[in-house]
């Protein structure tokens, strides 16, 4: 069992002793990372890891009076711990125009890959589909009497040559 109250926090590797001779490497993938969401406003870690002078200058003036800070300066602290505001988060992006327009590119190729399958790939169609053959096929069939209980021909009415109402 070791103490991680020890520990070193480097924002890539986290190093820790450990009972015996050595230390325990903790890959970065399994330390906290800033993630910004309007559903969890308070991220694990602040946005900015490292701080700059002046912005160490500007944390040791926060913990004086805030009235003695300037707008800008209070917005600075703000974007040390936070990325974007709510204002940022909520404003819309023009995504959909680029969806939108992959949408229409897309469903015009398909309309063009179908014409060019209509006059190149599929032949013409088979003559059993024509008009004539099937008025001729379904004559055919009423003549044969196909299923007359409930199917076909029980629609047919053979005294006045037509179809029943």
């Known amino acids: 069992y070791t103490s991680f109250q020890s520990c070193h926090f480097v924002p890539s590797i986290q190093t820790c002793p450990v009972l015996f001779e050595g230390s325990v490497t903790i890959p970065a993938h399994t330390l906290p990372r800033y993630n910004e969401n309007r559903a969890f406003p308070l991220p694990d870690i602040p946005y900015i890891a490292e701080l700059t002078s ?10 004086g009076a805030w009235m003695s800070l300037s707008t800008k300066e209070k ?16 404003k819309g992006s023009s995504e959909w125009k680029s969806v939108l327009g ?20 599929f032949g013409e169609l088979p003559h059993t589909l024509s008009d ?4 001729m096929q379904t004559k055919r069939m009423l003549d044969m009497r196909v299923n ?12 006045k040559n037509e179809w029943k109402k």
């Not at 004539?132 to 008025?135: D, G, Q």
């Not at 076909?152 to 009415?157: C, L, R």
């Open 148 to 159: 007359p209980v409930q199917g076909f021909s029980a629609k047919w009415d053979y005294d």
């Open 102 to 121: 992959f949408t229409f590119f897309f469903i015009g190729f398909t309309g063009l890959f179908i014409m060019w399958q209509r006059k190149y790939v």
């Open 132 to 135: 004539e053959w099937v008025a």
């Open 54 to 63: 002046e912005q160490k200058a500007l944390k040791e003036k926060e913990k």
């Open 75 to 90: 917005v600075e602290l703000y974007h040390i711990k936070f990325n974007h505001t709510y204002a940022d988060m909520n």
